[in-house]
T-cell receptor, first 112, second 109 residues
Framework: DGGITQSPKYLFRKEGQNVTLSCEQN?????MYWYRQDPGQGLRLIYY???????QKGDIAEGYSVSREKKESFPLTVTSAQKNPTAFYLCASSEGNTYGYTFGSGTRLTVV | GIQVEQSPPDLILQEGANSTLRCNFSDSVNNLQWFHQNPWGQLINLFYIPSGTKQNGRLSATTVATERYSLLYISSSQTTDSGVYFCAVQEAGTYKYIFGTGTRLKVLA
């Protein structure tokens, strides 16, 4: 079945460590997105990519980095520069900017 | 940037009741989506509806882009409808979707 796979589901990070969240899709979608969700809040855009080897900053990109070397993959690195990384991270994809999103099941990151 | 407001913020219904959720946005948008987030965090796309009316089973949605609002109707609600409903609007000329803060729905058996 086509879909988006995020891994891991739960991730614990020590202060000062970088961690990478995986997002893979087999929907042949061109565009991919990373969102952050804090408890009781809506989603905020971190980064998005419209095409391979290209990506754009969203509203809260500071402390995060991404790459888009393959159409299927859009990993997110949460760096030590991100001051408050504990959150629920959601990856999405779409065929283009005039189509709806498909979301992955998310990764819950906790700083310990 | 665009502001997206959803109302009501919280809603409790008895099973079988009908409800209307509202999404207001502050500027012209290219596109609009409605999502349901289940208690485990999974977001499901309900409607892609930049304008007009669509129906899918017990759910329907209407967007009046010229008046900057969208409505989501839930009829004969079921306990499985519980969760958070988000409206997201796409800023004109960009790929960016801006999410509202959601309506938290609880349906009681």
């Amino acid at each position: 079945d086509g879909g988006i796979t995020q891994s891991p589901k739960y991730l614990f990070r020590k202060e000062g460590q970088n961690v990478t969240l995986s997002c893979e899709q087999n929907l042949n979608h061109d565009a991919m997105y990373w969102y952050r969700q804090d408890p009781g809040q809506g989603l905020r855009l971190i980064y998005y990519s419209q095409i391979v080897n290209d990506f754009q900053k969203g509203d809260i990109a500071e402390g995060y980095s991404v790459s888009r070397e393959k159409k299927e993959s859009f990993p997110l690195t949460v760096t030590s520069a991100q001051k408050n990384p504990t959150a629920f991270y959601l990856c999405a994809s779409s065929e283009g900017n005039t189509y709806g999103y498909t979301f992955g099941s998310g990764t819950r990151l906790t700083v310990v | 940037g665009i502001q997206v407001e959803q109302s009501p913020p919280d809603l409790i219904l008895q099973e079988g009741a009908n409800s209307t959720l509202r999404c207001n946005f502050s500027d012209s948008v290219n596109n609009l989506q409605w999502f349901h987030q289940n208690p485990w965090g999974q977001l499901i796309n309900l409607f892609y509806i930049p304008s007009g009316t669509k129906q899918n089973g017990r759910l329907s949605a209407t967007t009046v882009a010229t008046e900057r609002y969208s409505l989501l109707y839930i009829s004969s609600s079921q306990t499985t409808d519980s969760g958070v409903y988000f409206c997201a609007v796409q800023e004109a000329g960009t790929y960016k979707y801006i999410f509202g803060t959601g309506t938290r729905l609880k349906v009681l058996a």
